[in-house]
C-alpha cells in the first residue's frame, strides 16, 4: 500500500434508516476531538481509555465519518488491539454495527491489499466491527 497512512474503509448500517448523521455526530462527541471537514463530514480524534486526552502512543484510529455514512478508519501504525478495541467502542456508542465495505458495498484494492484485509477480519472475528445488532 502506497502512502503514509493505511486505511480501512466501512460503512454504518442502518445509517440513515436507524441512525442520522447529526445523531451519530453527537454519540461521538464524548468519544474525542472532532473536527468538521466542509461539505463532506467530520474527523474524530479520539481519546485515549486511559488518560481521557490525546495520547499518541496509546491512541485509537482516526475516523473520518462521512455524509453518506460511509467511514475511513486510519490504522497506520496502530496495535492491532487498540484499532479492534476502538471499533467495539465506537460501534457499541452508536448503537448499530460497523460493516466493511468501499462505498458501494465492494471492496476495490490490488490483490495483496485483499489478502491483508481479508487476514484482519479472519484476525477480528468476522465481517462486522464491534458486537451491536
Known amino acids: 500500500m502506497g502512502g503514509d497512512f493505511t486505511t480501512l474503509p466501512g ?4 445509517g440513515g434508516d436507524l441512525i442520522t448523521f447529526e445523531e451519530i455526530r453527537k454519540k461521538v462527541e464524548s468519544l474525542g476531538k472532532i473536527v468538521d471537514i466542509e461539505n463532506q463530514g467530520f474527523r474524530l480524534i479520539p481519546y485515549s481509555k486511559e488518560n481521557e486526552k490525546l495520547d499518541f502512543d496509546e491512541m485509537y484510529p482516526v475516523i473520518y465519518f462521512n455524509k453518506d455514512y460511509t467511514i475511513d478508519i486510519y490504522i497506520s501504525f496502530m496495535k492491532f488491539e487498540k484499532v479492534t478495541e476502538f471499533m467495539q467502542i465506537l460501534s457499541d456508542t452508536l448503537g ?8 458501494n458495498g465492494t471492496i476495490k484494492k490490488t490483490e ?5 484485509l481479508e487476514e ?3 484476525n477480528l472475528g468476522g465481517g462486522l466491527y ?4
Open 96 to 103: 448499530v454495527p460497523i460493516e466493511h465495505a468501499d462505498n
Open 120 to 122: 484482519f477480519y479472519k
Open 11 to 14: 460503512y454504518i448500517i442502518g
Open 112 to 116: 495483496e491489499d485483499i489478502e491483508m
Open 130 to 133: 464491534g458486537r451491536s445488532k
